[in-house]
């Protein structure tokens, strides 16, 4: 086993669930998580799985630079009414990361992994949770198959190009110009102090609160060999996403998906009129902002889980498949 399965492995033991303080919130027995992996397309995705088969499904997808690992705390909260699955994407996490001679690493490609993942473990209907970069592969599924998507829930996941912070500032300039120069100037963003400071702490009112060991897992994974060129592939490719945009407004104005935003208010990357223009095509959006950052999940659990329950009674409720 690689020292990153090892350190991985070892973080398994933390997983456990930050318990609500009101019981009508959330069943005080957790459910348990289990580990597994799905051979897909030839590769190997890993996915952390929770809760009654039976029950509505939620597909949680992570973003840059993380992992599933993003969702340890919120899954159990979830778990005891409904089917929880959170797959780690390609080239990230414990999933497989093959060359890029052999995977094109673009969105599409991703978002056409995660389907024929969804259809190997066997989902046929389910609320998309989408952070960060999991919002144009959820997005793009839906495009795909409306009929399979019960509700979205946003963590910061975004749609729209009031969302772009100034923090995309070098990758569009990239986008732009795609030169060696640009493409080397975005290496900073891969570097261990920035996914610690810049994508972790950046905008936290209380940083003592963010578990360390989210960041420097993610800087281990980013250190596997070509790693960083997949990575740097990914910042070129989110060009397509912002080109798709048009038509996630579209999906929401013509099919009005019961849709939650909860929203870190303090993200440099995705800001706050990003979260508030759902609201503009879809009148069933709901949208929450907290005093947190990028990661709202590692400072904002419990508020977010209960917001999410709530939001899931209203629209997916635990009976209804």
Same mark, same amino acid.
């Given at each position: 086993?690689?020292?990153?399965?090892?350190?991985?492995?070892?973080?398994?033991?933390?997983?456990?669930?930050?318990?609500?303080?009101?019981?009508?919130?959330?069943?005080?027995?957790?459910?348990?998580?289990?580990?597994?992996?799905?051979?897909?397309?030839?590769?190997?995705?890993?996915?952390?799985?929770?809760?009654?088969?039976?029950?509505?499904?939620?597909?949680?997808?992570?973003?840059?630079?993380?992992?599933?690992?993003?969702?340890?705390?919120?899954?159990?909260?979830?778990?005891?009414?409904?089917?929880?699955?959170?797959?780690?994407?390609?080239?990230?996490?414990?999933?497989?990361?093959?060359?890029?001679?052999?995977?094109?690493?673009?969105?599409?490609?991703?978002?056409?992994?995660?389907?024929?993942?969804?259809?190997?473990?066997?989902?046929?209907?389910?609320?998309?949770?989408?952070?960060?970069?999991?919002?144009?592969?959820?997005?793009?599924?839906?495009?795909?198959?409306?009929?399979?998507?019960?509700?979205?829930?946003?963590?910061?996941?975004?749609?729209?190009?009031?969302?772009?912070?100034?923090?995309?500032?070098?990758?569009?300039?990239?986008?732009?110009?795609?030169?060696?120069?640009?493409?080397?100037?975005?290496?900073?963003?891969?570097?261990?102090?920035?996914?610690?400071?810049?994508?972790?702490?950046?905008?936290?009112?209380?940083?003592?609160?963010?578990?360390?060991?989210?960041?420097?897992?993610?800087?281990? +994974?980013?250190?596997?060999?070509?790693?960083? /060129? $997949?990575?740097?592939?990914?910042?070129?490719?989110? =060009?397509? &996403? @912002?080109?798709?945009?048009?038509?996630?407004?579209?999906?929401?104005?013509?099919?009005?998906?019961?849709?939650?935003?909860?929203?870190?208010?303090?993200?440099?990357?995705?800001i706050p009129p990003g979260a508030e223009a759902f609201k503009?095509?879809?009148?069933?959006?709901?949208?929450?902002?907290?005093?947190?950052?990028? +990661?709202?999940?590692?400072?904002?659990?419990? /508020? $977010?889980?209960?917001?999410?329950?709530?939001?899931? =009674?209203? &629209? @997916?409720?635990?009976?209804?498949?």
């Open positions: 086993m690689s020292i990153s399965r090892l350190a991985a492995s070892a973080v398994f033991a933390v997983c456990g669930a930050v318990p609500f303080a009101n019981p009508a919130v959330a069943s005080s027995q957790a459910a348990a998580v289990n580990y597994r992996y799905a051979d897909v397309g030839g590769h190997k995705i890993f996915y952390r799985e929770a809760g009654n088969s039976a029950a509505p499904t939620i597909l949680l997808l992570h973003g840059f630079p993380t992992s599933s690992y993003m969702y340890r705390n919120l899954i159990p909260l979830l778990a005891d009414r409904y089917h929880v699955v959170a797959p780690d994407l390609p080239g990230f996490g414990l999933s497989d990361a093959p060359d890029r001679a052999q995977y094109s690493y673009t969105f599409e490609h991703l978002a056409a992994t995660i389907d024929d993942f969804t259809q190997v473990i066997g989902l046929k209907r389910y609320a998309i949770q989408v952070f960060d970069y999991g919002a144009p592969v959820g997005l793009r599924l839906a495009l795909a198959h409306p009929d399979r998507i019960t509700a979205i829930i946003s963590q910061n996941g975004n749609a729209y190009e009031e969302g772009l912070g100034t923090a995309w500032s070098p990758i569009q300039k990239y986008w732009r110009e795609p030169t060696e120069a640009n493409r080397a100037a975005l290496r900073d963003f891969l570097k261990p102090d920035a996914i610690k400071s810049f994508q972790y702490l950046n905008g936290v009112p209380d940083t003592s609160r963010i578990a360390p060991e989210a960041y420097l897992l993610d800087s281990m +994974f980013l250190a596997r060999p070509g790693n960083e /060129e $997949i990575q740097l592939d990914l910042f070129l490719d989110y =060009a397509s &996403n @912002v080109a798709l945009y048009p038509q996630f407004q579209e999906y929401f104005r013509k099919r009005h998906p019961p849709l939650l935003a909860v929203w870190g208010k303090s993200d440099p990357f995705f503009r095509d879809n009148p069933n959006a709901e949208v929450h902002f907290y005093d947190t950052g990028h +990661f709202a999940l590692e400072t904002n659990v419990q /508020e $977010i889980a209960g917001e999410i329950r709530r939001f899931l =009674a209203r &629209n @997916v409720p635990p009976d209804a498949k």
